[in-house]
């Protein structure tokens, strides 16, 4: 039964929980980690973490992707950031974060990420962005925004994408048609259509409750993002738009919704994933825990030496021509930066879970007794007084 509490006369609201506001419970036989699957699949596509990057330049790379295919997640290149729009797109973001660095002016860097997110989208450039991945042998994702999801497609596909991820801060299975600029309406974007035309799968988000993640899943979506990538420090949505997403309820509404559409369809499974709020290994155990079946890390992948923001992060919202949703965020400094190795699979000489989060997540699993991410997705939980 939902918590609901009187904020005022004739107005209630629901209590939620973060991750942070909960604890796992072992309550099972122990277990050897090395006795431990964290395998994940969605469609035909397998790998040995459920860790998928978010989709920002400060992060993800071609070379990036690559990297993050062959230690067994997945990597997802943002299909209208500056790979599709530069073609010397290191010396662009060295440009930006030195003007992160070094201007007194605290809006100066996201002014200038708006005008390098103002040229124009190349298909061109983003199809060799997306062959380089493909031909690397690795899973090959890209992120594409409900608006402009048509319009790439079709050279994504032609490219070689693999899984196409439909990401915005917030989607429903049919957007509301809008008027451009120029006073012509534009179609809605019918996912369900749109999916059913494609012979990829699709993974669609995010959502923050139960209805709209069952929508999705009706969509004929593979997989659905439950959250928008909230970061403390980087991410402004909810200071702009007032919208925020209390992670623990978001994820555990979501997999109710799965449960049902399971039932509703006899037993067609669709993929959780969380995306906000995870920056440690403790975080990413507890969204599995909540009934995730995959996790999507930021700021943590963002330290790593690999990555093109050279220890800075920012969301791929804070490009947003009118309404930007984030900020400039400093998380690593230095050159001695860890590898993306020793994120994912250590070893560690950290104590607060920054390093080695898939060794910790095995460790966790074994604690409380499990095997899979499925059968983790039972395990005993608390909530803080």
């Known amino acids: 039964m939902r918590d609901l509490v009187e904020i005022g006369m004739g107005r209630t609201a629901r209590r939620t929980y973060e991750l942070g506001d909960i604890s ?8 050897s980690s ?12 397998r790998f040995s973490s459920p860790i998928l990057s978010h989709p920002t330049d400060a992060l993800v790379s071609p070379s990036v992707a690559i990297e993050l295919g062959r230690l067994g997640a997945l990597g997802v290149l943002n299909g209208e950031g500056l790979w599709a729009r530069h073609r010397d797109v ?9 003007i992160a660095a070094g201007d007194p002016d605290p809006y100066a860097a996201v002014r200038h990420l708006q005008k390098l997110h103002a040229a124009p989208l190349d298909s061109g450039l983003l199809g060799e962005a997306v062959a380089q991945v493909r031909e690397a042998g ?3 994702a890209v992120r594409v925004s409900p608006q402009h999801a048509p319009e790439l497609t079709p050279a994504l596909l032609a490219a070689g994408v693999e899984i196409l991820v439909v990401h915005g801060t917030i989607i429903s299975a049919e957007h509301v048609a809008q008027v451009d600029a120029d006073g012509t309406q534009r179609e809605p974007l019918n996912l369900k259509t749109f999916i059913a035309d494609l012979d990829v799968p699709v993974i669609a988000g995010g959502v923050h409750d139960h209805r709209t993640a069952l929508h999705l899943m009706r969509t004929g979506a593979a997989g659905v993002i439950v959250g928008y990538g909230s970061a403390a420090g980087a991410t402004t949505t909810g200071e702009v738009l007032g919208i925020g997403v209390p992670m623990a309820t978001a994820i555990a509404d979501a997999a109710a919704a799965r449960r049902d559409y399971l039932d509703e369809t006899g037993g067609r499974y669709v993929h959780v994933i969380a995306d906000g709020d995870i920056h440690s290994s403790g975080d990413l155990i507890k969204a599995i825990a909540c009934g995730a079946d995959a996790a999507v890390l930021g700021t943590s992948l963002a330290t790593t030496s690999s990555a093109p ?6 969301p791929s919202a804070a490009a947003h021509p009118d309404t930007p949703r984030g900020a400039l965020l400093q998380v690593a400094a230095g050159e001695d930066r860890p590898s993306l190795e020793r ?7 950290d104590p607060y879970g920054e390093l080695n989060v898939v060794g910790a997540l ?13 059968e983790f997705q039972r395990v005993g939980l608390s909530v803080h007084a």
């Open 24 to 31: 796992i419970v072992p309550s099972r036989r122990t277990r």
């Open 34 to 45: 090395k006795d431990v699957s964290t395998a994940w699949q969605i469609d035909a596509y």
């Open 90 to 98: 290191e010396a662009k973001i060295e440009e930006l974060v030195a």
């Open 138 to 140: 690795v899973t090959t």
């Open 309 to 314: 923001g050279n220890g800075w992060y920012w």
């Open 343 to 349: 994120v994912l699979n250590g070893p560690s000489d």
């Open 362 to 374: 095995r460790r966790a699993m074994a604690k409380a007794g499990y095997c899979d991410l499925k």
